[in-house]
């Protein structure tokens, strides 16, 4: 790729378009008015209020954020891997989610439970299309929707994963209609299921390509079940290439960062905009910090989030997206570069999934991919589940206050701050 005369012509570009020096006032404007100055006064003022008020949150979020043993509070205060731009024909907009599964079949007693309970108490439907109606308002605008499907999807006998005595074994499939059910997310959208995980074999080999299939059928793009990038096209022409890694020697192994590195620049080399979605890191309200080391989870190797990120951005992604915690973690705004979110959290998991907080707190990540292919906006809509399978957006906003402390935390020259909008602001724009 002729990435050198790409990015000086986009520099030729950016100074031609450089608008001239606004003219010096008129001396008759040099001093302001006394009304123009109080509403200056008031402007300052509603601003220190509103700084007072998230410094706040944040400090109250930060203190509930249990801090790891092995946390990393010293990294870079920025970082040089600047994105090269690449010609894209129109601004792409992705909405991404952490984690769904959309009900099991292979836990009958807690199926039923779950079902009489959706039924009798909450008066709700557990129907896969029901369970996904909630979350529909917030992808709207997407070009691509993507989501972890943290479940195979089938029907009928299957093999046993779990021993008869284990203690954390959990085996999830989902019935036939969550694959129509995850197309229906983004009805305008392209829809992405990343299969790189730890579910998506939990009715076996077999299980997984019927899942495959099933998610084929319905017109979802699947990734991560090989090492190939996931090509989904845009409506003005381009191709995004989608590549999911996760901490197995089944599926693209993200504790190999050589090897994330060379498939993430082999599909950049092709196509103009690379986006990667890592299921790494230790799970539950312990994990909610970022190590810059190998994350463990029941005594198994999940994977370094900051290396696979460094290899995967190194590569040429331009958007990385995390899950697999099962709690929010920092999102990362390099200088110039790409947008890192380490984990979304749980978004819809109607299983026998702990949900106490902050565990029952997700976020949609929603970014816009400019015509240099790079991130130029991006937003964060916070969810809550009440309960298994239920979803809503959450209206007390806790996700921005705890992605601003652990940001600071975590990344302190590079971490994203949200503002109380939900807006992402790049660590150099402070």
């Not at 031609?16 to 302001?32: E, G, Y």
């Not at 196509?271 to 230790?282: D, E, K, S």
């Amino acid at each position: 790729m002729l990435r050198a005369p790409l990015f000086g012509a986009a520099l030729l570009t950016l100074a031609a378009c450089t608008p001239a020096p606004a003219p010096a006032p008129s001396p008759a404007r040099v001093h302001p008015t006394a009304a123009e100055r109080a509403a200056a006064a008031r402007d300052d003022s509603l601003r220190a209020a509103r700084q007072a008020q998230e410094e706040a949150d944040a400090a109250r979020a930060a203190r509930s954020v249990p801090i790891g043993r092995f946390a990393s509070l010293a990294r870079p205060a920025s970082r040089l891997d600047s994105l090269l731009p690449r010609p894209v024909r129109a601004p792409v907009r992705v909405c991404a989610g952490g984690d769904v599964t959309l009900g099991t079949n292979l836990d009958t007693a807690w199926a039923n439970r779950a079902s009489k309970h959706m039924r009798e108490t909450l008066r709700r439907s557990d129907a896969p299309a029901s369970l996904i109606a909630p979350l529909r308002p917030l992808f709207v605008g997407a070009d691509v929707a993507l989501v972890n499907v943290e479940s195979a999807i089938g029907e009928g006998p299957s093999p046993s994963k779990c021993g008869p005595n284990s203690t954390n074994c959990f085996a999830f499939r989902a019935p036939l209609a969550s694959a129509r059910a995850i197309r229906s997310l983004a009805p305008r959208a392209q829809v992405v299921g990343n299969l790189a995980n730890n579910h998506a074999r939990d009715a076996g080999r077999a299980g997984q390509d019927s899942t495959v299939a099933a998610l084929q059928r319905a017109g979802v793009h699947v990734s991560g079940d090989d090492t190939l990038p996931t090509l989904v096209p845009t409506s003005h022409g381009d191709t995004v290439a989608v590549l999911g890694f996760y901490t197995s020697y089944d599926t693209p192994d993200a504790r190999d960062t050589a090897e994330v590195r060379r498939l993430v620049a082999r599909a950049a080399d092709q196509y103009p905009i690379v986006i990667v979605t890592m299921h790494l890191g230790a799970e539950g309200r312990r994990a909610q910090h970022t190590m810059d080391s190998a994350e463990v989870f029941l005594g198994i190797n999940r994977g370094n989030p900051v290396a696979f990120a460094e290899a995967a951005v190194r590569g040429g992604a331009t958007l990385v997206i995390g899950h697999g915690p099962h709690v929010l973690r920092a999102v990362e705004w390099r200088a110039h570069g790409a947008l890192v979110a380490y984990s979304l959290g749980n978004l819809l998991t109607y299983g026998p999934f702990v949900l106490h907080e902050p565990l029952n707190r997700g976020a949609v990540l929603c970014a816009t991919i400019d015509t240099t292919g790079r991130v130029s906006s991006a937003m964060l809509v916070p969810t809550v589940q009440r309960s298994a399978g239920v979803v809503m957006r959450d209206r007390s906003r806790r996700a921005f206050a705890l992605v601003n402390a652990l940001g600071r935390a975590d990344f302190p020259g590079s971490a994203a701050r949200v503002t109380t909008r939900g807006a992402l602001t790049p660590a150099e724009r402070r």
